[in-house]
């Protein structure tokens, strides 16, 4: 019997690619996939569980979900993804609204969970191998339509002593390279005009299905499709390659964006945190990066508070910041998470880390403000995305989707979603680019 099933995506976009993917499993079995739980069957909450913070949230969600379920607007809830990995027998036993779970193991589950609940009456609890899941299969893409995500591996081995990813995840697992250009011509068939290629860590790419790196002939490959552009998240810095910067310098559709963690720079940090980069490591590959690829912008990611963070190792993160100017930076305090060998460390109390994190933010605040500036006068290719009744508004190659704010612009003449259009950038607005569309395009 066919549902009207409705599906929330959490997290990161490695999530939501599988959500995309338990949409499309969903409609192919004849079920009606719809965004909005109002009116639902079955209301499906792809969770993450990376950190408490995004565990808090996605238990908010279901919490809402259950309110609709008591007033009848929903009748199932489904818990699916990181959350329900690592929470499995908490979720059963605490949330009682909801109907069933699937681990991330199990996301190709989805159509039999449904009818489990629907039509069985019984409460599923599928925990799939983690190792061993299907990567691949349709999608429903739920970004809009000129831009999508490419997912090129599943899982993580870098096993940093703060993180939980492997143990929600497994190991890692490339997808074979004909399975990524056959999805990616469909996409670029499609009209997506911008590819994001993702994983928890793309230089790793083929190393355990060929038994060496081969994400440059990957990306090459990529850029005979029709993608304009193709941009890259994320990065482990001590894995970039020669051949790698060399593919990114070469390739004019590969934006020069670049998304690379580093999450710290003193080496006592790095160590204890089982990275495998030191501070020596990421000055050469910042600076060889800034001297081979003309106009990058770098994003990163840094935690603060971590174990051995004193005060002189944080303002030499701080020092570090302001030396390479990095333009992009999520920063986020350290989360002792339950099951890390970093959680058993000796660490700053938590109000300091969030401190410390203001403080950072603070020093990123001024290093994009300079970065604005200095942009300022030159033209930039645009990609529309929408109006909101005064301005248009859009994303350059240095601002990647929900992550970097936008560009907003003023035209005399019509604009759609999906165009790309030379702006002229002419100011500033609360730390984003303002501008006005010009004729010509005289930088990129």
Request: with cysteine.
């Amino acid at each position: 019997m066919p549902y009207t099933i409705s599906f929330l995506s959490l997290g990161c976009a490695k999530n939501q690619v599988n959500c995309e993917q338990m949409m499309a499993l969903a409609s192919a079995a004849g079920h009606t996939v719809q965004a909005a739980p109002e009116g639902a069957d079955v209301a499906v909450v792809n969770t993450c569980g990376f950190l408490a913070s995004a565990c808090e949230e996605a238990i908010d969600a279901i919490l809402e979900l259950a309110e609709r379920k008591r007033s009848g607007q929903v009748k199932k809830i489904l818990v699916t993804g990181c959350m329900a990995q690592r929470y499995q027998q908490e979720i059963l036993r605490e949330l009682p609204e909801v109907d069933g779970i699937l681990g991330t193991g199990s996301y190709g589950e989805i159509v039999d969970a449904v009818a489990e609940v629907m039509e069985k009456g019984q409460r599923p609890c599928h925990m799939g191998n983690i190792h061993e899941a299907n990567q691949g299969g349709e999608r429903i893409l739920s970004t809009p339509p000129w831009y999508a995500y490419l997912r090129i591996a599943e899982g993580c081995d870098n096993r940093c002593a703060y993180c939980v990813i492997p143990s929600l995840r497994g190991r890692y697992r490339s997808r074979p390279m004909e399975d990524l250009l056959d999805e990616a011509g469909e996409l670029a068939d499609a009209g997506v005009k911008e590819l994001i290629v993702i994983a928890q860590d793309i230089t790793r790419y083929g190393t355990d299905l060929y038994g060496e790196r081969r994400l440059p002939e990957l990306l090459r490959e990529l850029c005979r499709l029709n993608f304009p552009w193709i941009r890259l998240h994320y990065l482990y810095p001590r894995d970039i390659t020669e051949e790698l910067i060399n593919t990114v310098a070469q390739e004019d559709r590969i934006l020069p964006y670049l998304d690379i963690p580093i999450q710290h720079c003193n080496d006592r940090i790095l160590r204890a945190m089982g990275r495998r980069d030191t501070k020596a490591g990421l000055d050469t590959v910042l600076c060889t990066l800034r001297e081979r690829i003309p106009g990058l912008v770098l994003r990163t990611s840094v935690i603060t508070g971590l174990p051995y963070e004193d005060e002189a190792a944080f303002e030499e993160l701080c020092a570090f910041l302001r030396r390479h100017r990095i333009e992009r930076a999520g920063v986020f305090p350290f989360s002792p998470e339950e099951g890390t060998r970093a959680a058993e460390m000796d660490h700053v109390e938590e109000e300091e880390a969030r401190r410390r994190a203001e403080l950072v933010v603070d020093v990123q605040s001024d290093i994009l403000d300079a970065y604005n500036e200095s942009v300022l006068g030159t033209v930039r290719q645009v990609l529309c995305e929408g109006f909101d009744g005064q301005r248009f508004y859009g994303r350059s190659y240095a601002e990647s989707p929900d992550i970097d704010g936008r560009i907003w612009f003023t035209a005399e003449t019509d604009v759609q979603p999906g165009d790309f259009v030379p702006v002229l950038l002419t100011g500033t607005m609360d730390g984003e680019l303002t501008g006005e569309l010009t004729e010509e395009l005289t930088e990129t």
